[in-house]
């Protein structure tokens, strides 16, 4: 019970960041151009098929198995996830927005999280879902969302670094040498 708490009420930090920590204006705004390609798209459309999937299996009380621990697991990685996810949103600052576009004034953001994973807000998103399907200790949500959310942002990754390398150029593919994509040593 205390589990099933625990998780709604981080689940819901998480997508209140969405509305909370957005800055009104430019960065706010949900209208993409060409350089999105739809992954602004993608990535709304996975949180409400997680989120859908959650109440299904909730309900059918399907996919479910008991592990010492692993829900515990589950909530220390969603914890780590929502606070990399407010770590790296407070580092870009005004520059963080909902979809992919640059700002006049923009810059490559290096400092913080970026120091290591150029895009840490996108890897907080997957440990929060992965965590989500852990703590609950359910097995098909916990693989839906790493498949499902690694696509999507393996997409929006491609997407986004081919418009920062058209944007900054030789500058982007210096940090691009020097940083990992998503996860350090792996990608």
């Not at 949900?30 to 997680?50: C, H, I, M, P, Y």
């Not at 592990?67 to 780590?80: C, I, K, N, T």
Request: glycine share 8%; with cysteine; net charge positive.
């Amino acid at each position: 019970m205390i589990t099933t708490i625990l998780v709604n009420l981080l689940l819901i930090g998480f997508l209140l960041t969405e509305f909370i920590s957005r800055k009104k204006g430019e960065s706010g705004s949900l209208a993409a151009d060409e350089s999105d390609k739809g992954s602004t798209r993608l990535v709304v459309l996975s949180f409400g098929l997680a989120i859908l999937l959650l109440i299904v299996l909730s309900i059918l009380k399907f996919g479910f198995f008991a592990l010492p621990y692993v829900d515990s697991l589950g909530l220390v990685v969603m914890a780590l996830g929502l606070s990399l996810r407010f770590w790296s949103m407070s580092v870009l600052g005004r520059f963080y927005s909902r979809t992919l576009r640059t700002m006049t004034e923009q810059r490559i953001i290096t400092t913080g999280p970026y120091q290591l994973v150029r895009h840490p807000g996108y890897l907080s998103s997957i440990f929060i879902w992965i965590g989500t399907g852990l703590a609950i200790e359910n097995w098909i949500m916990a693989i839906f969302c790493l498949i499902i959310f690694s696509l999507v942002y393996g997409y929006r990754i491609a997407a986004e670094e081919k418009m920062l390398v058209t944007i900054f150029g030789k500058e982007y593919e210096q940090y691009q040498k020097k940083s990992w994509r998503l996860l350090p040593f792996l990608f």
